[in-house]
């Protein structure tokens, strides 16, 4: 599977943003996806996912401003994000797994290149 992840860019403190991961090479809807993100000298940290049955999950800096989403039907997820913070200022990736979820990252089955989402205030 490759991921493709797009949409980054500069934002000013309020303003949204929508993050776009397309992916190839495997049946997109029997993937679990989601976001991470790392901040220059800060560790990558989990954004928000979601699992082939539907479920999301969205870490507790996020919830209420950013919404994650899939359209199966061209094999693509996305991150909307509104409300943004300079604290929302990193590099975004995308992730997805085959079997399981892992909100470290660590063990996800693919990755995509960063896009970086800058917020300034």
């Known amino acids: 599977v490759q991921l493709q992840a797009s949409g980054g860019g500069l934002v000013q403190a309020g303003g949204s943003l929508r993050l776009s991961c397309a992916a190839s090479g495997r049946t997109f809807s029997n993937l679990n996806m989601g976001w991470f993100r790392q901040a220059p000298g800060k560790e990558r940290e989990f954004v928000a996912t979601i699992w082939s049955a539907g479920i999301t999950h969205y870490a507790d800096s996020v919830k209420g401003r950013f919404t994650i989403s899939t359209d199966n039907a061209n094999n693509t997820m996305y991150l909307q994000m509104n409300s943004l913070e300079p604290k929302d200022t990193a590099v975004y990736y995308c992730?997805?797994?085959?079997?399981?979820?892992?909100?470290?990252?660590?063990?996800?089955?693919?990755w995509g290149k960063g896009t970086q989402v800058t917020v300034s205030s």
């Open positions: 992730a997805a797994d085959r079997t399981g979820w892992t909100f470290s990252g660590f063990g996800m089955d693919y």
